[in-house]
């Protein structure tokens, strides 16, 4: 797997892929020393923080930490960077954590909370059993405690670190808003309420709509699927039976149909078996759109927007450029992490449990 950094002259100006600058794990040595590129990335973001504008919302853009933990955000980078080295999944994982946290309570960190003797979790909820890569906030959260005790939430480290995630992806930047504090409550049984695969476009509009959240917002969220893989289990439907009047799904692709047929078979014995939800899945990019435009959206949810006029044109839009899509998802991860802001909840001392 190829991380790609994206160096960004300003917020409203995007580079083209050539001048990505790539990072590749076996010949680390070669392209940089390690300490040159944190101190270079670092210093990106500290100049990049202080040309966005401030939420409305009840978080602060800048210097929240700066007096409490002022190497917050680069030590935060350190553990997600350490793990993407070793595992090219966590990229995936993390940003896929930050969404599901986000929309259940929202974002709270109630995601990482274990399930105890009397309470079922939210990670242990159907749609979340296969959310991975907690040990990456924890590894965060367990440096951060020993730099600056009880200061820095489970929360902002999940946002954080789902913002350097998309970065080290080749994808934009923009400003986390900072000061969320930790939930108290996580339940299994919430994440019903989790948009599914197999949603229709009217679902989605609902589902992000009681968040807050636009239609925009709807189709340059889901451009996350960019980075990442699914089993069988979620878009088996579209494959066989599809309805009354097709076995397959018609407005798949005939030709990814096949191929999806094949390796998901029936019975399927293989539990590891999937697809890929993008071609150039390590790779943050618009090729995601430019897929569903030509019928290639492995979830029912992705395709229908395209199909779907109210989603249509914006799809369009950002499969023919990618600075619009950059732009448009910086500007609905902010909105995301600014759902269900707790103002009374605490800093957890260890992510997995509250205080």
Not at 306 to 334: G, H, L, N, P
């Amino acid at each position: 797997m190829i991380l790609y950094i994206k160096f960004i002259s300003a917020p409203s100006k995007y580079l083209n892929p050539s001048s990505y600058l790539p990072f590749v794990p076996e010949k680390m040595a070669v392209f940089a020393p390690k300490t040159i590129f944190f101190f270079f990335l670092h210093a990106l973001l500290l100049l990049l923080s202080t040309r966005f504008s401030r939420s409305k919302a009840a978080l602060s853009a800048d210097q929240y930490y700066d007096q409490t933990c002022p190497q917050a955000e680069k030590i935060i980078l350190q553990a997600v960077y350490n793990a993407s080295m070793h595992d090219p999944k966590v990229p995936a994982r993390i940003l896929r954590m930050f969404f599901h946290d986000c929309f259940i309570r929202g974002c709270d960190a109630s995601l990482l909370l274990d399930s105890t003797a009397g309470n079922q979790a939210e990670k242990d909820g159907p749609p979340n059993i296969s959310v991975r890569s907690f040990y990456v906030i924890d590894d965060a959260k367990a440096n951060l405690e020993a730099a600056c005790p009880h200061a820095v939430s489970c929360a902002d480290i999940v946002g954080i670190a789902a913002r350097d995630v998309v970065i080290m992806s080749g994808g934009p930047f923009w400003n986390v808003l900072k000061g969320r504090k930790d939930g108290r409550v996580s339940r299994a049984n919430e994440t019903i309420n989790l948009p599914a695969p197999t949603f229709n476009v009217s679902q989605l509009i609902q589902s992000f709509a009681k968040r807050g959240l636009g239609v925009t917002d709807l189709v340059a969220l889901s451009g996350g699927h960019t980075l990442g893989f699914s089993h069988c289990s979620s878009f088996e439907s579209r494959l066989r039976n599809f309805s009354s009047v097709h076995d397959v799904d018609p407005t798949m692709n005939k030709e990814l149909a096949q191929k999806l047929r094949t390796k998901c078979s029936k019975p399927n014995r293989d539990s590891t078996a999937g697809e890929l939800l993008d071609s150039t899945s390590s790779t943050f990019d618009n090729n995601y759109y430019k897929q569903l435009v030509a019928g290639k959206g492995v979830f029912g949810s992705d395709q229908a927007l395209f199909s779907d006029y109210r989603t249509r044109w914006i799809v369009e839009s950002f499969a023919k450029d990618q600075s619009v899509f950059f732009k448009e998802f910086a500007a609905s991860m902010v909105n995301l992490g600014n759902v269900g802001v707790i103002e009374d909840g605490e800093v957890r001392l260890n992510c997995r449990v509250v205080n």
